[in-house]
């Protein structure tokens, strides 16, 4: 799986917007882009996934450039519950298998 | 319905002895995969087991190893213990259909300390 980059830490306020951004400069055309968060004392849990367009869900939005080497993680109204750390992962969809490469992802902060 | 199950949740162990660790996937889900995460090297990935094959493998010596069996459960086993080998063990599974992304359901995990 291609590598990933993201920052190490961010800060939000509670329920302002959060914006999570992620560089895949290396990204290869099968490559979905994933998103998970670990809670504390919790396992991983998925949080969105895209191919090209933006996407979005009940828990947050994916937006893509363009050219899909970076994407960015979108969290519209941060609470206390979201802090966690935030990890970008590319997933190969021609291998169908399970593996996941996790790197250092994000720890978000919220401030109440 | 069920989530993914681990059991058991926390479990010390001496060094030298040998471990078996337990994961119920999520209702018809094949594939079950093996992860460990320390404070150090973060999370890592162990081994993929898909229809009782391993389908992909980490880099991880020869005394982390695995199995599934035909109702898709997995155990992982750790002879040898070291005391580097203490660590969250966390179990996800997958549908993981060729040429379909799908997303990877992770269990609370096994916290294992070796003394």
């Not at chain 1, 899909?68 to 190969?92: E, G, M, N, P, Q």
């Not at chain 2, 460990?36 to 005394?63: A, C, D, I, V």
């Not at chain 2, 035909?70 to 040429?99: I, K, P, W």
């Amino acid at each position: 799986d291609a590598k990933t980059t993201q920052p190490n830490s961010m800060e939000s306020n509670e329920e302002e917007p959060v914006h999570l951004p992620c560089n895949h400069s290396t990204i290869s055309g099968t490559d979905y882009i994933h998103w998970y968060r670990q809670l504390p004392s919790q396992g991983p849990e998925y949080v969105i996934h895209g191919l090209t367009s933006n996407v979005n869900n009940r828990m947050a939005s994916l937006a893509i450039a363009e050219d899909r080497k970076s994407s960015t993680l979108i969290l519209h109204r941060a609470t206390l519950r979201d802090a966690a750390v935030y990890y970008c992962i590319l997933r190969d969809v021609e291998n169908a298998g399970n593996m996941l490469t996790f790197g250092g992802g994000t720890r978000l902060m919220v401030k109440p | 319905k069920a989530g993914v199950t681990q059991t058991p949740r926390y479990l010390i162990k001496t060094r030298g002895q040998q471990v078996t660790l337990s994961c119920s996937p999520i209702s018809g889900h094949r594939s079950v995969s093996w992860y460990q995460q320390t404070p150090g090297q973060g999370l890592q990935f162990l081994f993929e087991y898909f229809s009782e094959t391993q389908r992909n493998k980490g880099n991880f010596p020869g005394r982390f190893s695995g199995r599934q069996f035909s109702n898709s459960r997995s155990e992982m086993n750790v002879s040898t213990l070291e005391l580097g080998d203490s660590a969250l063990y966390l179990c996800a599974s997958s549908l993981a259909v060729r040429g379909y992304d799908t997303e990877a359901f992770f269990g609370q995990g096994t916290r294992l300390t070796v003394v």
